[in-house]
């Protein structure tokens, strides 16, 4: 079953925002981190940001200071949202949780940033 639902995604112009969202269904227990990873095309898949079940978060040097990371524990939710998006940053983006031994892995939404 899926476990892990992106949403929020689209086509937006350089020096625009989206927030895209992640949902983790309940079933997945303990989840140590949340995080965002991402896929260009024709690219391999890169890693965005990641936030602990303490709050902690870390960004690839790429995204600081446009993107932000947070999430909400009552909903199971987290939150990628994506300023001054420039056209580099289109791609496939994939939620990611963490529950030690197992990795899952949403289906992925699009983003598209026109030039």
Known sequence: QVQLVESGGGL?????????????????????????????????????ATITSGGSTHYADFVKGRFTISRDNAKNTVYLQMNSLKPEDTG?????????????WGQGTQVTVSS
């Open 12 to 48: 937006v112009q350089a020096g625009g925002s989206l927030r895209i969202s992640c949902t983790a269904n309940r079933s997945i227990l303990n989840i140590n981190a949340l995080g965002w990873y991402r896929q260009p095309p024709g690219k391999q898949r890169e890693f965005v």
């Open 92 to 104: 496939v983006y994939y939620c990611n949780a963490k529950a030690l031994p197992k990795d899952y």
